[in-house]
Nanobody
Framework: QVQLVESGGGLVQAGGSLRLSCAASGFTFTDRHMGWFRQAPGKEREFVAIVDVGGGSTLYSDSVKGRVAISRDSAKNTVYLEMNNLKIEDTAVYYC???????????????WGQGTQVTVSS
């Protein structure tokens, strides 16, 4: 069955870095663009970044642009989110998703992982 398993979250001080991973299985990884979203308590799930099927094109939300890099390794069926200069407002559960469309809209993603918590402290 389809699985997306995120890892790499944790507690980090403001200004620190984290690298999230999302391991995919149960579907053809190279058929889908891969995205990262996040959801803070009491807020909607919001788009963070997306990488295309080939890994050559990326798109970022304005709130993370310049601090975050998304990449994918098709040999490992894994997508990554490298986050630097983390801010307190980056605190959220981070989810990876898979989609056939080049989109930032969460409703157009077919598959989701269970999420990994990122907490940034002052």
């Amino acid at each position: 069955q389809v699985q997306l398993v995120e890892s790499g979250g944790g507690l980090v001080q403001a200004g620190g870095s984290l690298r999230l991973s999302c391991a995919a299985s149960g579907f053809t990884f190279t058929d889908r663009h891969m995205g990262w979203f996040r959801q803070a308590p009491g807020k909607e799930r919001e788009f963070v970044a997306i990488v295309d099927v080939g890994g050559g094109s990326t798109l970022y939300s304005d709130s993370v642009k310049g601090r975050v890099a998304i990449s994918r390794d098709s040999a490992k069926n894994t997508v990554y989110l490298e986050m630097n200069n983390l801010k307190i407002e980056d605190t959220a559960v981070y989810y990876c998703g898979a989609t056939r469309r080049w989109t930032t809209m969460k409703d157009q993603y077919d598959y989701w992982g269970q999420g990994t918590q990122v907490t940034v402290s002052s």
